[in-house]
């Protein structure tokens, strides 16, 4: 009977793979697409409720009547899908960004696959903070250089190693990526000191923001005048933003260098038109209208105001954005905190490892414009049951 199971597994689908599951069930950190959606959004990206402003849609919807009348770019942009809306999308968010150039990538995952992997040639280096994301990891992974990461937002630890680096390859192109909101800890590191750390050695500082955007603009997180002095940025546009897509930020010569040799912009099909007006209509949006940003800001501070009430603040990662961070260690007991405030209808996750590191399993609670006060209150107060009663 066992042999016939096994040789079941082994013909419909390789016994490596179904092993490779099963210790993922085992662990308990099995991932499966969820279906449910409890009522009180604090896990969607979608901090500013963009992703359901009906005029951003409308407005969308005109651009493309206006401007472009096709439902595909029909071809990657070196090919035929290079059109005028995309085109006109990318000098609104050059301008919108104060940047001297915007790229289009279909995603920021393919944005960071593209410029890491195209950037590490076998003669450079990259030093990336030890939490750095997925997307930055795998970017490195495609390149032919060596790339070293250094302690999270530890500016003295960069400052060593590259240090010891170029001392033994001292003609070494270094580059230094970093995020601006950390996705899993919320937290940032202090920018003005890394970017001073890289002008100090002549290294490039890329900068993710794919939390910050909109949220926290690189120009205020910087001292004045230092946003040329970053060598790349990229922007998302499926989290704060509340559409899809993402931008590489930099100079003319940056653009022409990922136009030549980023593999994940060049082999692919184009950005289609209907997100180059998404982007359009949900920047004009922002523009025009800043009260979600402030209802968000008075959200951040009225969870952390109610956290250090309950006196939850030791549990969670200190962190002043939108995303708070509360470590439970072990997968188990992290799954059964998130159920416990799912069942109350208060959709927040459970971030497991290998998501994070074992130990610094947490429920993490995005904060929103569109959260009310009153269910700030409460997903804090049946927090504060979980932790004392299990
Ligand atoms: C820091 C960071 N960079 C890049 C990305 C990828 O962005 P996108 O969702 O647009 O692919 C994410 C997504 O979570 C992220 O957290």
């Known amino acids: 009977m066992e042999e016939k199971k096994q040789k079941k ?23 499966t697409l969820p279906d449910y959606f409890p009522k009180y959004d604090f896990s969607s990206n979608d901090y500013l409720g963009f992703a359901k402003v009906k005029s ?15 439902n595909s770019a029909t071809s990657s942009r070196l090919i035929r899908g290079n059109y005028s809306l995309l085109e006109k999308t990318e000098r609104e968010l050059a301008a919108f960004y104060q940047s001297e150039t915007a790229l289009i990538f279909n995603s920021g995952y393919l944005a960071n696959l593209g410029l890491l992997s195209s950037i590490l040639t076998k003669d450079a280096i990259v030093f990336y903070d030890e939490l750095a994301h997925a997307s930055i990891r795998d970017g490195l992974q495609l390149g032919y250089g060596r790339s070293y990461k250094f302690q999270h937002n530890q500016v003295a630890d960069l400052a060593k190693k590259i240090k010891l680096q170029q001392s033994k390859h001292p003609n070494t192109a270094i580059y230094v990526i970093t995020e601006a909101i950390f996705s899993m ?3 940032g590191p202090n920018l003005n000191e890394i970017l001073q750390v890289c002008k100090n050695t002549n290294c490039y500082l890329i900068v993710d923001e794919a939390h910050s955007n909109p949220i926290f603009k690189l120009k205020d997180l910087l001292s004045e005048h230092a946003l040329n002095d970053v060598f790349a940025r990229i922007v998302t546009f499926g989290k ?4 899809h897509g993402a931008a590489i930020l930099g100079s003319e010569k940056l653009k022409a260098y990922l136009v030549n040799f980023s593999r994940s ?6 950005a289609a038109p209907h997100m180059a007006a998404s982007i359009i209509a949900a920047h004009r949006h922002f523009e025009a209208d800043k009260n979600q940003l402030s209802f968000l800001k008075e959200n951040i501070s009225q969870f952390r105001s109610v956290m250090h009430q309950l006196n939850l603040q030791h549990y969670f990662i200190e962190s002043y954005s939108q995303i708070q961070s509360c470590v439970i260690k072990g997968n188990e007991k992290v799954s059964q905190a998130a ?23 947490r429920l993490r609670f995005c904060i929103h414009s569109f959260n009310n006060p009153s269910e700030i ?7 504060a049951v979980y932790l004392t009663d299990y």
Do not use: M
């Not at 704060?240 to 559409?243: D, E, M, N, R, T």
């Not at 405030?341 to 998501?355: H, M």
């Not at 209150?377 to 927090?383: H, R, S, T």
């Open 265 to 270: 912009f060049i082999y692919t099909t184009a």
């Open 339 to 361: 159920a416990f405030l799912q069942e109350k209808e208060f959709d927040v996750r459970a971030i497991k490892s290998p998501t994070v590191p074992q130990g610094k399993e």
């Open 240 to 243: 704060g933003i509340g559409v």
């Open 56 to 70: 951003i849609t409308e407005k969308a919807h005109d651009l493309l009547k206006e401007e472009s009348n096709i």
């Open 9 to 31: 597994i082994n013909g419909s689908f390789p016994l490596q793979l179904h092993h490779k599951l099963a210790e993922r069930k085992k662990n308990k950190n099995l991932r």
């Open 185 to 187: 800890d919320g937290d």
């Open 377 to 383: 209150e409460a997903v804090l107060k049946n927090l």
